[in-house]
């Protein structure tokens, strides 16, 4: 049940609620706009993978599956890229801003890359061992893999808070374990802890307080910066 449509069915719809309730407690915290709604991008994402599971398994029509394929992989290799440095951007202090935007720019590099890949090339989708294997016809995957890695992992460990660099340190263990486990199906299987991992979200968002800011456009304090390594002094950096 847990990597098969029903799996994608009861998850998305569990990973859905939990973003609806981050929403429901981001009381007015503008720096969290991004990243409170984001498990639910994340369930809904789950979700239309179902459909993908469903048309490979005859049970939706073929135009249906392709429709459904290209949602799921224009979010994965187009939208996430370039989201999840912005996400970390909007947390960070303006004073810190500056170390996240290469990452960002390097997101929007791997987003366009990805995008034209796709545009040119044929998609396709098959099932394989409790995962769905996709193909878009990526040339030097490797290394586009590895800008796609710098861009998210790498945005969360350069952040000044540390909550969130043990965040990206965890994904980026659970990115180089999934690869090796299963390289076809990577996809599909990093997608899917995405979306468990993104339970975290709803978890501050309703446990932690509200931010206090230090001086005009300091970023996200609470739970993020309880451990961070940016004080007051570097404000003036």
Not at 90 to 103: D, M, Q, S, T, Y
Request: with cysteine; hydrophobic share 50%.
């Amino acid at each position: 049940m847990c990597f098969s449509p029903e799996g994608d069915l009861v998850g998305g719809l569990v990973i859905t609620a939990i973003g609806v309730d981050a929403c429901l407690h981001l009381r007015g915290r503008p720096e969290y706009r991004l990243i409170a709604p984001f498990p639910i991008l994340l369930g809904l994402h789950q979700l239309d993978e179902t459909f993908v599971w469903w048309q490979l398994q005859g049970h939706v029509s073929h135009g249906v599956g392709v429709v459904a394929m290209w949602i799921y992989l224009l979010f994965a290799f187009v939208v996430l890229p370039t989201l999840v440095p912005t996400m970390v951007l909007l947390l960070e202090p303006r004073v810190r801003r500056r170390v996240i935007a290469p990452f960002l720019a390097l997101g929007v590099v791997t987003s366009a890359v990805l995008l034209e890949t796709m545009v040119s090339g044929h998609p396709s989708a098959k099932l394989g061992s409790y995962h769905v294997a996709y193909t878009i016809g990526l040339q030097h995957g490797m290394v586009v893999i590895g800008l796609y890695i710098a861009a998210t992992c790498g945005s969360m460990l350069a952040s000044g808070l540390r909550n969130v660099v043990r965040f990206g340190a965890v994904n980026l263990v659970a990115v180089i374990v999934l690869a090796r486990l299963c390289a076809n199906g990577f996809t599909s299987l990093w997608c899917f802890y995405a979306a468990v991992a993104s339970a975290a979200i709803a978890l501050h968002m309703r446990f932690a307080k509200s931010p206090q800011r230090i001086g005009r456009g300091l970023g996200a304090q609470s739970f993020f910066e309880s451990g961070s390594n940016v004080g007051p002094l570097r404000e003036n950096d």
